[in-house]
């Protein structure tokens, strides 16, 4: 199975900054990698898919980079609707997997 | 609009079973596949299998191999997860998510509609 590491765990942050979070593949998935939102009590919100490819009516503050093992979501100028866990989510290979999420919390 | 609406809360005893149901609204069942994850708390999901409604065929994580039941009652427009030999470990949100068309294939599958998830605890 194909794991996927996500950092930070915890990200602390304030509205108006710019984080970043990692997500890393145990094999090469090329660009088949999506990036969900959660908030609690709710299903996961598909934010980014291909790596890069915004979801549609996500805003454009969220930028995903990245392909093979290594990549990235990007949240530029945070706004309060913002925070919450985020996963990575490979669609490479069966079975699917998906990273144990970052929460990313008011500081 | 596309819903997947699932089926209420359950509580289970060891060894019991459990089937949660997912009704899809604003689409045809036997369209697409569907999808099922889990996710225990605190946990990321954990991807379960995929079911293809027009087949009745299913692709199960060998983690649930022998013990998950995919199907489906297109008369209702509606797809089934049966959980057997339940334990402890199995506590958690049980999640439909619908997948490609049939003619894309069950390959390459990302996300976007995802029932709104269905609590199984399993306590003596």
């Known amino acids: 199975d194909i794991q996927m590491t996500q950092s930070p765990s915890t990200l602390s942050a304030s509205v108006g900054d710019s984080v970043t979070i990692t997500c890393r593949a145990s094999?090469?998935?090329?660009?088949?990698l999506a990036w969900y939102q959660q908030k609690p009590g709710k299903a996961p919100k598909l934010v980014l898919y291909?790596?890069?490819t915004l979801q549609t009516g996500v805003p454009s503050r969220f930028n995903g980079r990245g392909s093979g093992t290594e990549f990235s979501l990007t949240i530029s100028s945070l706004q309060p609707d913002d925070f919450a866990t985020y996963y990575c989510?490979?669609?490479?290979?069966?079975?699917?997997?998906f990273g144990q999420g970052t929460n990313l919390e008011v500081k | 609009q596309v819903q997947l609406v699932q089926s209420g809360p359950e509580v289970k005893k060891p060894g019991a079973s459990v089937r949660v149901a997912c009704k899809a609204s604003?689409?045809?069942?036997?369209?697409?596949?569907m999808h099922w994850m889990r996710q225990a708390p605190g946990q990321g999901p954990e991807w379960m299998g995929w079911?293809?409604?027009?087949?009745?065929?299913?692709n199960y994580a060998q983690k649930f191999k022998g013990r998950a039941t995919m199907t489906s009652d297109t008369s209702i427009n509606t797809a089934y997860l049966e959980l057997k030999r339940l334990r402890s470990a199995d506590t958690a949100i049980y999640y439909c998510?619908?997948?490609?068309?049939?003619?894309?294939?069950?390959?390459?599958?990302?996300?976007?509609?995802w029932g709104q998830g269905a609590l199984v605890t399993v306590s003596s």
């Open positions: 998510a619908r997948g490609r068309t049939l003619w894309f294939g069950e390959t390459l599958t990302y996300f976007e509609y």
């Open positions: 604003g689409y045809t069942l036997t369209g697409y596949y």
């Open positions: 079911f293809n409604p027009n087949s009745g065929g299913a």
């Open positions: 094999q090469s998935i090329s660009s088949w």
């Open positions: 291909q790596a890069s």
């Open positions: 989510h490979q669609y490479h290979s069966y079975p699917y997997t």
